[in-house]
């Protein structure tokens, strides 16, 4: 990989993570996506936003967390897969995120990402409570792809 590359995610990661804000704060006011920050989103977004929103509308999400606290996952269920996701790591396992985003560079994230923070916005992540020894078993059986930030 180019030099500079981790620098320019994370330039990314700060324009995703602002235009997100905007939406959440948006939708705390009116309970809905104003048309501003629907606008931002599809500017950054494009065609991965309807997605997201299909994602949101169909699929379960969950959030595990142990009694420490130290880390929490999130795992949104669609009709074909089960998809782990870390809270504030833009990385997931499917196929668009891995050509897309990593190799093409075309996306900033696929739809289970912005899935996931729109459905963190409207408040959809059911929360379950793991002991350590299920979230051990539960991060040894997701993908390594996971890991690589
Ligand atoms: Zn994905």
Do not use: W
């Amino acid at each position: 990989m180019a030099q500079g590359v981790p620098n320019s995610r994370l330039l990314v990661d700060e324009v995703m993570k602002k235009a997100l804000r905007e939406a959440e704060r948006s939708y705390k006011e009116t309970n809905e996506f104003g048309v501003d920050a629907l606008n931002a989103l599809n500017q950054l977004f494009e065609n991965v936003l309807m997605k997201a929103f299909q994602v949101l509308d169909n699929a379960k999400f969950m959030e595990f967390e142990t009694r420490s606290g130290l880390r929490s996952v999130r795992s949104i269920f669609t009709s074909d897969d089960q998809y782990l996701l870390l809270d504030g790591v833009n990385h997931c396992k499917c196929e668009y995120f891995i050509f897309n985003v990593l190799q093409q560079q075309e996306s900033l994230t696929c739809k289970h990402v912005l899935g996931a923070h729109l459905a963190s916005i409207c408040g959809k992540f059911e929360r379950k409570l793991l002991t350590d020894g299920q979230m051990t078993d539960m991060l040894n059986s997701a993908t390594p792809a996971l890991f690589i930030t």
